[in-house]
Nanobody, 123 residues
């Protein structure tokens, strides 16, 4: 079992940057595939990025490709999402998620979830 806590959200102007963190406790962090999802009011939770157990392979949603970077530090039990060139449409609650097995981009494939951190991008 793993517990996840997100941090780093806030209010930023369009074009700005934020770095989200996801701190993990519990079982060995290196055993988990990790991901970021986001959810805006009235919409379904959508995939943002995922990273494999070692941190060597990543996948991004088309909407964030080239602007966001996911990374994983197994020694620190942490995952990050560096978000650059933020746009108002990036406004959402961002969630980190974990699973022992490869879950791809599907929300239903991730068993463990954090409580989320709010990101608001003003125009």
């Amino acid at each position: 079992q793993v517990q996840l806590v997100e941090s780093g959200g806030g209010l930023v102007q369009a074009g700005g940057s934020l770095r989200l963190s996801c701190a993990a406790s519990g079982r060995t962090f290196s055993m988990y595939v990790m991901a970021w999802f986001r959810q805006s009011p009235g919409t379904e939770r959508e995939f943002v990025a995922t990273i494999n157990k070692s941190g060597g392979s990543t996948t991004y949603a088309d909407s964030v490709k080239g602007r966001f970077t996911i990374s994983k530090d197994n020694a620190q039990n942490a995952m990050y999402l560096q978000m650059n060139d933020l746009k108002p449409e990036d406004t959402a609650v961002y969630y980190c998620a974990a699973n022992l097995f490869n879950a791809g981009t599907s929300r239903s494939g991730y068993y463990y979830w954090g409580q989320g951190t709010q990101v608001t991008v003003s125009s």
